[in-house]
C-alpha cells in the first residue's frame, strides 16, 4: 500500500470537486480520480485528472482511497467490493467544518464544509454529512446514510443503514428514519420514517413511490 498522506478520489461527478477540495484542505495529495462514467475519460476536476474506472481502481495497488458518489446503493457496494480487495477507506473531515471531540467517526465518513457534529454522535461507514448540515448530540448515523446540505438531525436521532434526508429536512428529536427510508427537501418528521418508505411534507408523510 501506498503510504503518506495520498488517496483516490472515486467518482469525477460534480461532488468530486467537493472532495477534492476538502481533502486537499485537510492535508490530503489527491492522486487521481477513478469513475465508471464513459464519459469521464479525459476529465479534470479541480486539478486532479480521470485515471480509469473504479474497477481499474480496484485491481490495482492497494491504496487510501474516499468516495464522491451520492447514490446510497452505489457506495455501500463500491464499500464491499474495495473492503475485499483490500484497500483503505480514509476518514475525511473538512477543516471548515466543527466536529465534537467526542463523536466517532467511521472509515469512509464524509463531514463537510460548514457541518456540525455534536457531542457522542456516530457516524457510519460512508455516511455523508454534507454542507452546514447539523447532527446532534447522541445522535446515530448508520452505514451509507446521507444528509444532504442544510439537513437537520436533532439529538437522539437515529438514521437506520442507507437512510437518506433531502436538503433542508429536519428529524426531530428522538427520531428514527428506517433502512433506506428517504425524507424529501425541507420535510420535517418528528418521530418515524418507515422503512423504505419516502416521506414528504411538514409534518412529513409517506407517499407512493
Given at each position: 500500500?501506498?503510504?503518506?498522506k495520498?488517496?483516490?478520489?472515486?467518482?469525477?461527478?460534480?461532488?468530486?470537486?467537493?472532495?477534492?477540495?476538502?481533502?486537499?484542505?485537510?492535508?490530503?495529495?489527491?492522486?487521481?480520480?477513478?469513475?465508471?462514467?464513459?464519459?469521464?475519460?479525459?476529465?479534470?476536476?479541480?486539478?486532479?485528472?480521470?485515471?480509469?474506472?473504479?474497477?481499474?481502481?480496484?485491481?490495482?495497488?492497494?491504496?487510501a482511497?474516499?468516495?464522491?458518489?451520492?447514490?446510497?446503493?452505489a457506495?455501500?457496494?463500491?464499500?464491499?467490493?474495495?473492503?475485499?480487495?483490500?484497500?483503505?477507506?480514509?476518514?475525511?473531515?473538512?477543516?471548515?467544518?466543527?466536529?465534537s471531540?467526542?463523536a466517532?467517526?467511521?472509515?469512509g465518513?464524509?463531514?463537510?464544509?460548514?457541518?456540525?457534529?455534536?457531542?457522542?454522535?456516530?457516524?457510519?461507514?460512508?455516511?455523508?454529512?454534507?454542507?452546514?448540515?447539523?447532527?446532534?448530540?447522541?445522535a446515530?448515523?448508520?452505514d451509507?446514510?446521507q444528509?444532504?446540505?442544510?439537513?437537520?438531525?436533532?439529538?437522539?436521532?437515529?438514521?437506520?443503514?442507507?437512510?437518506?434526508?433531502?436538503?433542508?429536512a429536519?428529524l426531530?428529536?428522538?427520531?428514527?428514519?428506517?433502512?433506506?427510508?428517504?425524507?424529501?427537501?425541507?420535510?420535517?418528521?418528528?418521530?418515524?420514517?418507515?422503512?423504505?418508505?419516502?416521506?414528504?411534507?411538514?409534518?412529513?408523510?409517506?407517499?407512493?413511490?
Amino acid at each position: 500500500m501506498k503510504t503518506g498522506k495520498q488517496i483516490a478520489v472515486l467518482g469525477a461527478g460534480g461532488f468530486s470537486a467537493e472532495v477534492v477540495d476538502a481533502a486537499e484542505l485537510a492535508g490530503w495529495t489527491v492522486t487521481a480520480l477513478y469513475d465508471d462514467d464513459e464519459t469521464a475519460e479525459g476529465r479534470v476536476v479541480m486539478g486532479r485528472m480521470w485515471l480509469g474506472t473504479i474497477s481499474d481502481f480496484a485491481q490495482g495497488e492497494k491504496a487510501a482511497y474516499i468516495l464522491a458518489i451520492g447514490n446510497n446503493e452505489a457506495r455501500q457496494r463500491l464499500d464491499t467490493q474495495l473492503t475485499i480487495a483490500g484497500h483503505v477507506a480514509i476518514v475525511l473531515i473538512d477543516p471548515r467544518s466543527n466536529v465534537s471531540r467526542s463523536a466517532v467517526i467511521s472509515p469512509g465518513a464524509y463531514v463537510a464544509a460548514g457541518a456540525f457534529v455534536g457531542p457522542q454522535a456516530k457516524i457510519g461507514r460512508h455516511a455523508i454529512v454534507n454542507v452546514s448540515a447539523s447532527i446532534g448530540h447522541d445522535a446515530i448515523l448508520a452505514d451509507w446514510t446521507q444528509v444532504c446540505p442544510g439537513a437537520r438531525v436533532s439529538g437522539f436521532g437515529v438514521l437506520a443503514e442507507g437512510a437518506f434526508m433531502g436538503s433542508n429536512a429536519v428529524l426531530g428529536p428522538h427520531g428514527v428514519m428506517g433502512e433506506w427510508s428517504k425524507l424529501g427537501a425541507a420535510s420535517f418528521a418528528n418521530r418515524t420514517v418507515a422503512a423504505r418508505s419516502l416521506a414528504v411534507g411538514v409534518p412529513a408523510r409517506s407517499v407512493t413511490i
